[in-house]
């Protein structure tokens, strides 16, 4: 999916029109067109400006593998996509402390009690 393709359907599932969104970025809506048709070098003003009024992250705008959807968007609406990458990282720091653990403890169960005899 290009730029430009990702521009319109978070458009169309946010319900806005083009000359809306272009008012609100404060540009015409020609040049927002211009934006959903062949948006190969946009500046990064402008792309802020589009995440301002689309109420989204820049990284979930250039996130392309992540599909423009309401659920997503209901995701990336209510929270930071900077604190769902912070979160997935705490969390994959305290599985790594758990398995940890559990190996520990393994390895404490499969050792022969002190003063007992194998026989």
Do not use: H, W
């Not at 169309?12 to 540009?27: D, F, L, T």
């Not at 996130?63 to 609406?77: H, W």
């Amino acid at each position: 999916m290009s730029l430009a393709t990702r521009l319109r359907k978070i458009r169309e599932y946010r319900g806005m029109k083009q000359s809306a969104v272009a008012q609100e970025m404060n540009i015409t809506q020609q040049a927002y067109s211009c934006l959903e048709t062949r948006a190969g070098n946009v500046k990064m003003d402008t792309m802020q400006r589009y995440c301002v009024v689309m109420k989204i992250e820049i990284s979930f705008l250039l996130a392309f593998d992540i599909p423009v959807n309401d659920e997503n968007l209901l995701i990336f609406d209510r929270i930071n996509f900077s604190q769902v990458v912070d979160e997935y990282k705490k969390l994959t720091n305290r599985l790594s402390v758990y398995e940890e653990l559990l190996m520990k403890e393994n390895s404490l169960n499969k050792r022969p009690l002190e003063g007992s005899s194998a026989a």
